[in-house]
Structures are given as C-alpha cells and as structure tokens.
C-alpha cells in the first residue's frame, strides 16, 4: 500500500462562513487555522494547498479572555532606526478588527510561501455582511 498525494488542482474548494461573535479569539483562530490548510480532509497533503476558503463575519465581536485587551501589544516596524510601534489589542480591536483575527491566524499558518498563499483564502469582515454570496458559503459548524 502506498500513502495518497494529493495533486494540484485536483482538491475540490468549499466556502465556510464562520461567525465570530461571541467566539474566544485563540480558539476561534486555531478551528479557522485549521481549515484553511486542509486538515479537516481526508486527501490533506503537508506540501500543497488542500484547504477551502473562509469567510469570518462580526470579527469586531469577538472575545478576548482575562486582561488581554489591555495586557496584549501588536508589533510592527517602519525599517527605519527607532522605527516600532506598538499598538494594544483594545485600540486594535476598535480601529481594525480584521488584522486581530488574521493576525492570530497568520501565526498558526506555516511560515513559508504555502502559508502566504492559503492565508488569502481568509476574508475577515467586522460587520454582519459579506460580499461573497455567490459563493454560497456553508456554515462551518464545531464539533465540540
């Protein structure tokens, strides 16, 4: 018996909606992790993209647990000499809430050009709407 390779383009993409109200950030991020890399198939390959695509809803809803809204610092650098900034999840959470939520995810996804690509399979929207009903997204329901 030989393992099963997926190969590219044979790997049937399905859409999820994913509604992030109420939902703890981490937890919420590791489940979305999950599907964009296609873990949740039986034909994941590590080396290809298998996963289907996202769309989260209510992102500037979802929940940070104990004192992270204040405690917790997002990073990122001009490139030039004293050049940081930083910025905390509350005012993070009020100006962008999508870059929370792709933030936590990015960082459950391989660091690599593979991670790049299934990271835009994400599209995060802070409010109820979505411009991707054509796409017909199914609701990705949790097992637990």
Not at 11 to 37: E, F, N, Y
Not at 105 to 119: A, D, H, I
């Amino acid at each position: 018996m030989t393992t099963y390779m997926s190969k590219k383009g044979e790997v049937p993409r399905q859409w999820h909606l994913v509604d992030a109200k109420g939902q703890v950030l981490g937890r919420l991020a590791s489940r979305i992790a999950m599907v964009l890399r296609g873990k949740t198939k039986p034909v994941f390959t590590p080396h290809l993209d298998t996963g289907d695509f996202v769309v989260v809803v209510n992102a500037d809803q979802v929940i940070l647990t104990g004192r992270k809204l204040d405690q917790k610092n997002y990073y990122r650098h001009s490139g030039y000499p004293g050049g940081l900034k930083v910025v905390k999840a509350r005012r993070l959470l009020q100006k962008k809430p999508e870059e929370v939520l792709r933030h936590a995810v990015r960082g459950m996804l391989p660091k690599n050009s593979l991670g790049r690509q299934q990271l835009k399979k994400l599209k995060i929207y802070a409010g109820n709407g979505h411009p991707h009903e054509a796409q017909q997204p199914k609701p990705l329901i949790w097992e637990d």
